[in-house]
């Protein structure tokens, strides 16, 4: 660790710029300690190194040196001196702007506003339509039910059962109600082909006549069949049996297939 | 005291310093131009001395004055006159630009027609006064030992510290210390005996 008296030793050279810089970067770090001695002798020793200007021999730099520096300072002293362009002020107040910038946001959000309002009114609109329709279909049933009960349990209703063994084994029978119309229904019916239906026929005494197509409809996933008839002929009188066949889907105007299912009237 | 002896101009010259400078920091172009005119001379001698080229130097004296011009606030008056401050500030670019110079290795010998010729001084007072200095300042590196004189001349216009120095000298690097430390001292004793 070098004392005050070795570095001063160093200052001059310092001053030159002629230390190696290890020792500049000791004398550097004491300096910056704040030793107030080296501190002095170092701004000494810059004056002393100053003088060495002095020296190197005087001489002119040519006048084309002194005419471009000139031209250039001249030119960048214009362009300072030059008043700033200030833009027109506008006419409109800068309140007006602002005014106007809240109004376009205001109106914007209202657009976007209306538009989410109105898909919102449409999309309960449609939920208020489907509930509607569930609750119609809902009353349908309901009044199917009901009537599909007051047959069952009508005591002038008269069972249709098939007359011997079924060789299909479809577990049907039938209530036929003049005022209230046919019940057909069983369990354990097995669905029928793919794109196919069980049809009813009501097959009429003449047999001339042919038979009298009606109701179309599928057993449930648990086999269960119902089907109601809610405008059967007016008479029993003049049917001789039902019969269910299977038809394509839509049904058939004339039975295409053996009947699965038969049961005598009268 | 030491550092009023080392003071490069006369009171008056620093007085007419100041006041241009003041006038430059309002950008006086006239103010500018007669600190040109005042101090050109000797910093182009202390550039050339060191580039050792006539363009190059002029190139550099070019940025060291329009540096003035543009950033002429940079100057504190209160530190000292402007003279020390200019040659400063000439001296490091031209050194700058001799380092850059020496890594691309692209230095050129000048021809011996382009330097310049030493010029006398349109202020004759003023120039007196500065050629007192020079003067005064030449004859007391003439008294130093030739090692010395050499030396101090590497350090200062080729920038090469004690260990380049003693290289290019093929001398101990103590002895080369000795020799900067001892002439430059000499120089600060010639300086006070002198004012």
């Known amino acids: ?266 | 005291m030491f550092l009023a002896a080392f003071t490069s101009s006369s009171p008056r010259e620093v007085s007419l310093d100041a006041t241009l400078l003041s006038r430059l920091l309002q950008k006086d172009v006239s103010a500018f131009e007669q600190l040109y005119d005042r101090h050109s001379r000797l910093v182009y001698g202390l550039v050339l001395r060191i580039l050792q080229q006539a363009s190059t130097s002029e190139e550099v004296v070019q940025d060291v004055f329009l540096q003035l011009w543009r950033n002429a606030d940079q100057y504190d008056s209160s530190r000292g006159p402007f003279v020390p401050w200019l040659c400063t500030m000439a001296r490091n670019r031209a050194l700058d630009h001799l380092r850059l110079k020496s890594e691309r290795q692209r230095r050129r010998e000048d021809q011996p027609d382009e330097l310049p010729s030493v010029v006398v001084a349109p202020d004759y007072e003023k120039a007196l006064d500065e050629k007192r200095r020079a003067e005064r300042v030449r004859a007391l590196m003439a008294s130093l030992t030739p090692q010395q004189k050499k030396a101090i001349e590497l350090a200062y216009f080729e920038g090469l510290s004690h260990s380049e120095i003693a290289a290019t000298l093929k001398k101990p690097l103590g002895t080369v210390k000795s020799w900067i430390r001892n002439g430059l001292l000499r120089l600060k004793e010639g300086l006070q005996a002198t004012t």
């Open chain 1, 1 to 266: 660790m070098k004392n005050c008296d070795q570095f001063r030793e160093l200052i001059e050279a310092y001053a030159l710029g002629a230390l190696d810089p290890e020792e500049r970067s000791q004398l550097e770090a004491h300096l910056e300690t704040g030793c107030p001695d080296c501190a002095k002798a170092v701004e000494e020793a810059r004056w002393l190194v100053c003088q060495l200007a002095y020296t190197a021999p005087e001489a002119a730099p040519s006048d084309m040196l002194k005419g471009r520096l000139m031209q250039t300072v001249r030119a960048e002293a214009q362009s300072q001196a030059k008043p700033r362009v200030i833009p027109a002020k506008s006419v409109i107040p800068s309140w007006l702007w602002v005014g106007v910038a809240a109004l376009l946001v205001f109106s914007i959000y209202s657009a976007w506003n209306a538009r989410r309002l109105h898909d919102e009114i449409l999309q309960a609109n449609n939920r208020a339509a489907t509930l509607e329709g569930e609750r119609r279909k809902i009353e349908q049933q309901l009044a199917l039910e009901k009537r599909k009960a007051m047959i069952l349990m009508d005591p002038s209703s008269v069972k249709i059962s098939p007359a011997g063994h079924d060789a299909q084994g479809l577990s049907l029978e039938a209530k036929w109600n003049s005022q209230l119309g046919v019940v057909v229904m069983g369990e354990r019916i097995p669905m029928p082909a793919e794109h196919h239906v069980l049809q009813l026929w009501f097959i009429p005494k003449d047999p001339k006549a042919k038979p009298m197509p009606s109701m179309m409809s599928w057993p449930d996933a648990n086999g269960k069949f119902v089907m109601l008839v809610s405008n059967p002929p007016e008479s029993m009188d003049n049917t001789k049996a039902l019969a269910i066949t299977e038809e394509p889907e839509g049904g058939s105007a004339w039975p295409t297939s053996t009947p699965r299912w038969v049961a005598g009237v009268s």
